[in-house]
């Protein structure tokens, strides 16, 4: 058997099987895009991404994921479905119990959320990720029309009234923050105004996350050099393996 879909609550989820395990397993937080059906997902219909897939598939790692209620933006709902979908992949599958995590833009919402109530994972790759619905609102300002659909987005995943989300997210937002014993390694691809901006909010971040000494690693990729980023997880996450 390849893979399995199944539901937890109201939303498809899927593990995909490798033909020789190796005993761990990797959680992914998809970004906007992505979403799980019953027969099929994001990751095994797009083309970059399925290369990824078999590419970890065929170093022995199990791997899964969930729709999350779609774009959930990071919603509570969508933390503690991730939540009880790493309880039952670990009452249902032979793996160390420690989960390695790949999250990708808006999944990272969704895990710095979930990192509070769930520590056991082995290690933490962050594709271009969006680490806070604050900035990522006024990012997106300028943009008229991504930004009143990204508006409506956040409004119905968090069940708020569409002309109170600037403002409520302005106020709540944290600066987010990594448990200092677990490796982190972000990888941000360069693709256009938008990704340059985040850069920028990244390199803010990362000084105050060595002032907490977190263990964290940023690679800056131009998009030609897109093809090497399913080797740098492999790597990454092969590093942090030798303590079970």
Request: a positive charge; glycine letters at 6%.
């Amino acid at each position: 058997m390849e893979n399995r879909n199944f539901r937890l609550d109201t939303e498809w989820n899927i593990i995909h099987y490798p033909h020789k395990p190796n005993g761990f397993g990797i959680l992914i937080l998809g970004d906007e895009r992505h979403f799980v059906d019953e027969q099929s997902s994001f990751w095994t219909q797009n083309e970059g991404k399925r290369k990824m897939l078999d590419d970890l598939k065929q170093a022995g790692y199990t791997i899964f994921y969930s729709n999350l209620y779609g774009k959930n933006w990071g919603s509570q709902e969508a933390v503690e479905l991730a939540k009880r979908l790493c309880m039952h992949i670990r009452k249902s599958e032979i793996l160390n119990d420690k989960f390695h995590v790949l999250a990708e833009g808006m999944g990272a919402l969704t895990l710095l959320k979930l990192l509070k109530i769930e520590t056991k994972f082995r290690s933490l790759v962050l594709l271009n990720p969006i680490l806070s619905l604050g900035k990522h609102l006024e990012q997106e300002k300028e943009h008229k029309f991504f930004y009143k659909k990204l508006v409506k987005e956040i409004a119905s995943a968090y069940d708020i009234h569409p002309d109170y989300v600037y403002e409520h997210f302005l106020q709540v937002e944290e600066d987010p923050r990594f448990p200092i014993e677990t490796p982190i390694k972000i990888i941000h691809v360069l693709t256009g105004n938008r990704a340059y901006k985040q850069s920028s909010i990244l390199k803010g971040y990362s000084e105050k996350w060595k002032v907490d000494q977190v263990d964290y690693n940023i690679c800056y990729l131009v998009p030609e050099k897109k093809p090497q980023i399913g080797s740098q997880v492999l790597q990454f996450f092969g590093k942090h393996e030798r303590f079970l």
